[in-house]
T-cell receptor, first 113, second 116 residues
């Protein structure tokens, strides 16, 4: 059973606010990922980390930033939310080398008004 | 560069009928292949994976998929679907030797709509 958590599950916030989406996993996985998913659409990788103090931008450009100062925690921050940031954000993690099965959290659905 | 194409955006099917969801990929190297399911307002759950060996892989909830290297396909099948199978299904690939990142490339998704 995968143990990866995201909070909040739903967030409605006004334009210009700073927000942080939380993601935590209790499996000791070294790799973590953030995806952006619009309704009925594919997943786009926006950030990933392959260990503490390592973060990289993904394939889809994003104005968000991430940090990884603890293995289990990979928060995503938007300094100034805009309506174009309205989307679902999914966090995932994986372990080791060779087989890259990813475990997903339940997602945060963000609406910026 | 690798890519994944799910050939059907929506697949309507009646309950207890068989279903096939199609997935094709392109890659210049060997790949690992995955099918994930996403129920409404939830994250993705792994259905099955192909790593090596037998080309027919069985997963959870009665699903199976067959890896066809010559056709670069990894189609998902279920002999008898239920209303509870209604969900979004994603095919994904990861290249062998993709370094330290473990990145997956996802298809566009297929919505399976099971009707009573």
């Amino acid at each position: 059973e995968a143990d990866i958590y995201q909070t909040p599950r739903y967030l409605v916030i006004g334009t210009g606010k700073k927000i942080t989406l939380e993601c935590s996993q209790t499996m000791g996985h070294d790799k973590m990922y953030w995806y952006q998913q619009d309704p009925g659409m594919e997943l786009h990788l926006i950030h990933y980390s392959y260990g503490v103090n390592s973060t990289e931008k993904g394939d889809l450009s994003s104005e968000s930033t991430v940090s990884r100062i603890r293995t289990e925690h990979f928060p995503l921050t938007l300094e100034s939310a805009r309506p174009s940031h309205t989307s679902q954000y999914l966090c995932a993690s994986s372990w080791g080398t060779g087989i890259y099965e990813q475990y997903f959290g339940p997602g945060t659905r963000l609406t910026v008004t | 560069a690798q890519s994944v194409t799910q050939l059907d955006s929506q697949v309507p099917v009646f309950e207890e009928a068989p279903v096939e969801l199609r997935c094709n990929y392109s890659s210049s190297v060997s790949v690992y292949l995955f099918w994930y399911v996403q129920y409404p307002n939830q994250g993705l759950q792994l259905l099955l994976k192909y790593l090596s060996g037998s080309t027919l892989v069985k997963g959870i909830n009665g699903f199976e998929a067959e890896f066809n290297k010559s056709q670069t396909s990894f189609h998902l099948r279920k002999p008898t679907v239920h209303i509870s199978d209604t969900a979004e299904y994603f095919c994904a690939v990861s290249e062998h030797g993709s370094g330290n990142t473990g990145k997956l490339i996802f298809g566009q998704g297929t919505t399976l709509q099971v009707k009573p």
